[in-house]
């Protein structure tokens, strides 16, 4: 499931879904940052959003092996 090596192919760093999980944190995080002026209720969404990430990255941390 998790893919953490260079492409062959092209040399690229392909991240594994634990590091894709914590970059579309980060998003979520920045985004807030930017739209504060949004009503409350969408600045919940995007905080239950990053909780279900979370949730899904300590998951696979805990129980998915390389």
Do not use: C, H, R
């Not at 590091?19 to 504060?36: P, R």
């Not at 969404?45 to 949730?55: E, F, H, I, R, V």
């Amino acid at each position: 499931m998790m893919n953490n090596s260079l492409n062959n192919d092209w040399n690229i760093w392909e991240p594994n879904s634990i590091e894709l999980l914590g970059y579309a944190k980060n998003s979520i995080i920045e985004a807030k940052d930017k739209v504060s002026d949004i009503p409350q209720k969408y600045l919940d969404k995007l905080s239950n959003a990053y909780a279900l990430l979370t949730d899904v990255q300590e998951y696979l941390f805990n129980n998915i092996t390389t």
